[in-house]
């Protein structure tokens, strides 16, 4: 089992609160994390349809029979059961780590969370692997492969091809999941939105556009897209914006939480079509955005990440905001270094002369400075680096 970096901020939070919720996509490894991490917690799976039934219909059986410590998974199933959560702990404010909450949509459990348990809970996001916890194991992977995989734990731990891997994946979770949550009555429609939607990943998004396309409303496709997001299927990536003379662009960009269901659902099957697809560029700035996204995560800290553009096409593909400062990033798929790449970078430190030294992520040989950035490859990604 690889270590996930979210498990020391997991037990720390189980010393502080009496309630831990984890929230992230299915199969991004929950279960597997919070049973390693709580061996002697009693568990329950409301999957389960009779779990499921006695935890709705009889509550009080329900916790007799599952008695504390207790790990609650998919617990977003049952939302209702969360107020007796909070009545237990209320009359007992003294223990924590009694209750360790595991759910994969974020819409009923949130509202659910923030209605019976705040000022109890600790929450946290576990989101696919990141190159940090992969380490060695990238090692050897040429990168086409590597966004073809993407980085859900068992895409790394079975035997099956990635499209076969995210086939099912998609049928079985996503499709499933998020039609449910919407009650979409025409599939196809919801279908077409997800393709289409993964052939704008790094890009602004555009309701209209895909209105238009889908044959929907744009109210609709922004009820589609916050769903999406809330079940982790997607995130969108905010805007920078300041008062520094230029006219920054205030509509968010768009990527797929795992780049390799994006490229399943833009129908790449090979590295060799991946290395070929004119959104090759996108996807690899996905990949290395959802894993700058992980890094904060992982701590259990906000993201903290944005992008700048102008109204006149300047743009720096990543921009953390951390400790009062601002670390520009530029994202290039490019294996070989030219100045061209960090030109953006140093018009940004220009316009904001006292950020962070810049970095250019890319697929090439690490640097400690080029033309006033740090290069670091890909694979490389980590806090140190980023953060250091």
């Not at 998020?178 to 393709?195: D, G, I, Y």
């Not at 889908?214 to 905010?238: D, H, K, N, Y």
């Not at 250019?360 to 033309?371: I, N, S």
Request: glycine share 8%; aromatic share 8%; hydrophobic share 40%.
């Amino acid at each position: 089992m690889l270590e996930r970096h979210l498990g020391a901020k997991i037990l720390e939070a189980a010393k502080q609160y009496p309630v831990v919720t984890l929230l992230g996509p299915r199969q991004s490894g929950k279960t597997t994390l919070v049973r390693s991490l709580f061996p002697g917690h009693t568990y329950v799976d409301l999957e389960d349809p009779d779990l499921r039934a006695l935890a709705t219909e009889d509550p009080k059986t329900f916790f007799e029979m599952h008695p504390e410590p207790l790990v609650i998974d998919e617990v977003q199933r049952v939302p209702e059961l969360l107020s007796r959560i909070q009545v237990r702990v209320d009359a007992d404010r003294a223990r924590n780590g009694r209750f360790i909450l595991t759910g994969s949509h974020q819409p009923k459990l949130k509202e659910a969370v923030s209605q019976s348990l705040a000022g109890r809970t600790a929450e946290l996001e576990l989101l696919p692997l990141s190159m940090e916890e992969l380490g060695a194991r990238t090692a050897g992977v040429p990168t086409d492969e590597l966004m073809l995989r993407g980085f859900m734990p068992g895409a790394w731990a079975g035997r099956a091809s990635p499209t076969d891997f995210h086939r099912n994946y998609f049928r079985t979770y996503v499709e499933r999941d998020v039609r449910t949550l919407l009650q979409v009555r025409n599939a196809a429609a919801f279908e077409k939105f997800l393709h289409l939607l993964a052939g704008r990943v790094g890009q602004l998004v555009n309701l209209d556009g895909l209105a238009g396309e889908v044959g929907v409303s744009a109210p609709t496709i922004e009820q589609w897209i916050s769903v999406a997001e809330a079940s982790f299927v997607v995130f969108r990536l905010p805007p920078w914006f300041a008062n520094v003379g230029k006219r920054f662009v205030k509509t968010p960009k768009i990527f797929f939480t795992d780049v390799g269901l994006a490229a399943y659902l833009l129908g790449i099957e090979t590295p060799r079509q991946l290395a070929r697809d004119p959104l090759r560029g996108h996807l690899f700035e996905n990949m290395a955005v959802a894993d700058l996204v992980k890094l904060r995560t992982n701590a259990g800290r906000d993201p903290s990440l944005f992008f700048v553009r102008d109204s006149k096409g300047f743009e720096v593909d990543a921009l953390f905001s951390f400790g009062g400062d601002l670390r520009p990033l530029e994202i290039k798929s490019a294996r070989t270094f030219d100045t061209d790449l960090v030109k953006n970078l140093a018009s940004f430190r220009k316009l904001v002369p006292d950020c962070a030294e810049p970095r250019l992520v890319y697929d090439g040989e690490a640097f400690p400075a080029r033309a006033g950035a740090r290069c670091l490859n890909v694979r490389d990604l980590s806090r140190d680096s980023v953060f250091g």
